[in-house]
């Protein structure tokens, strides 16, 4: 199977993909989309003309596997090994709302400002990020920050013992906050610790290499033991 | 498992999982949850303050399915019969989809806008709707009438020839706008014709009874042939 991943390198959903991909070994074709421009044969494959999108062709035709959501539970589905929804289906629950968590409430909050801001308005010519919104989005991350060190206190990963889709939708996200240094690590050392585990993890090597033009990450941003 | 839902009747993402129980017949005791009064015993229950949220107690203790997205996964590992999520994995993927596209983009663009005006603003004492972003609201679902039209012309339901988790997103979605007597049925024949055999499923019976304080629906909001 031939598959593609059509993603935005700080796009938290495409980033989700990324790893789930590189944990199961699944060997992809990346091609980045910037949404933004509204291609054309992009809009065949996702009306939505939101990324992430898999695809690939079989007897079938050409297929399209769309948003982290059908992506990420489309590959579990297939690839049984390692297991990034395993245990009962409380435990499968719990990973659930973990991502749900992260996919609405932590993009809402968070996303919606501090990417927003800094980075959407960039590609898109809107000019200079408005502080006002940046610290809007700098608090809401502070208390999701606070729940997330509660969970790592309580558990080794964030949905009990077995790392999951759900650390990989926490990841994901605050990897792209961390790209524009928005991440006071310091102040939350359990999410720190846990946040070194992940990007210790081969899955996680090239979404540390990846750079914007005119974006410059952190020194931080790529260094495992940070 | 005496199963609680904890819900809020003109809450899209609830109405998803009443619909799923419905369908599966499983008996629920209903709890209505005004998440703007923020209460302590539903916070620790789930941090996000967002319904629904299935609970129930167990040898584990106290349980909680927290948000649609996990819930109506968890039903459906639960309770196989009726097959909510039936087919292969391209076409799970694809319910999927659907699922995500309401829950995410519909949301986004006509639910933050005729709902948060309409209903929200009341709830929370924050005075008349907006026209201008009744307006907004206004747009976008006729985009997404559009969208589905073309969906349902080529497919009997949503994904494809059965009924699923695609369909009841998109009818609860859409439930709720009805009952503001938003959505111009009459321009989009094909919609409405789809939406005529969701309502007249005994799984959506409850809704149409539903009734706001203060909040008329439109007479046609519960009649099957309307």
New interface residues.
Partial sequence: MNLTLHHWQLDPFSRQVRIALAEKGMRIRLKEERIWDGRQDFLALN??G?TPVLSFSDE?GR?A???A???L??IE??SAEPALLAGS??T???I??L???F???FDAEVNAYILYEKMEKRMTGQGAPDPDMIHQGRLALREHLT?LATLIDARHWLSGNGYSLGDIAAAAHLSCIDYFNEVPWEKYPPVKEWYGRIKSRPSFRALLRDRLPGMTPPPHYDVLDF
Wanted: glycine fraction near 6%; proline fraction near 3%; avoid cysteine.
């Fill in positions: 009306p939505a939101t079938g297929r596997i769309v948003g959501r059908a992506a539970e489309w589905e297939i289906a409380i499968r629950a719990e659930r709302r991502a749900d968590w996919d609405r409430k729940y």
